[in-house]
């Protein structure tokens, strides 16, 4: 199912309903398989626990990542599970690996701050592909990370995304080598859900 582009919200929300919504997110229970909580069109996002293939596909990027950062972006890291937040829009993400400075954990706030983030990566749910493919593409955009990775298992395919507005979409399938930003990505040791 695809959502019409018109039906994507691009204004922020009220100041304080979002610091409503973020208290109500913070105080959430984490029951057993909940996964993310999520801020979106003015609405708490809950998902599911990702399922193992999909954690490993997290797991074989960021160690392709960490490895080219030390020489292309020093200081920076691949971190699964950061919040990302831009109050002004009104968005909580928390994108399943980002590449942000180290130092950025050592600081006092709650959540990584969109222009800190050079690249989001979505591994797309088989629950809600909608969201990882339209939502979060068009939520990191709005929010100026330059780049966005989605990796598609249920298909094997995948796209890059880049700056100006994302608008670039570079296609890939597992198995190739594809440029992201300066880092390149192997997907041959990625795999699809049985």
Not at 85 to 107: I, K, M, S, Y
Not at 140 to 148: E, K, L, Q, T
Request: proline residues 8%; glycine residues 8%; contains cysteine.
């Amino acid at each position: 199912m695809s959502i019409p582009a018109d039906t994507i919200r691009t204004t922020s929300i009220d100041p304080a309903v979002y610091a409503r919504l973020r208290e109500i997110a913070e105080q959430l229970p984490q029951a057993p398989g909940t996964g993310k909580v999520e801020i979106a069109d003015g609405e708490i996002v809950m998902t599911i626990s990702p399922v193992k293939r999909h954690e490993l596909a997290v797991i074989r990027l960021a160690r392709q990542l960490d490895a080219q950062l030390p020489r292309t972006r020093p200081g920076y890291i691949a971190h699964g599970g950061a919040d990302v937040e831009d109050v002004g829009l009104g968005r909580l993400r928390n994108p399943d690996l980002t590449v942000f400075p180290e130092a950025t954990l050592a600081g006092e706030q709650p959540a990584v701050l969109p222009h800190e983030v050079l690249l989001a990566v979505e591994i797309v749910s088989r629950s809600n592909p909608e969201n990882d493919h339209r939502n979060k593409v068009h939520d990191c955009s709005a929010m100026g990370i330059p780049y966005h990775l989605i990796v598609d298992p249920r298909t094997g395919t995948g796209i890059v995304h880049s700056e100006p507005g994302h608008e670039s979409r570079e296609k890939f399938v597992f198995g190739d080598k594809t440029a992201v930003g300066p880092w390149t990505i192997d997907t041959g040791g990625l795999l699809t859900y049985a």
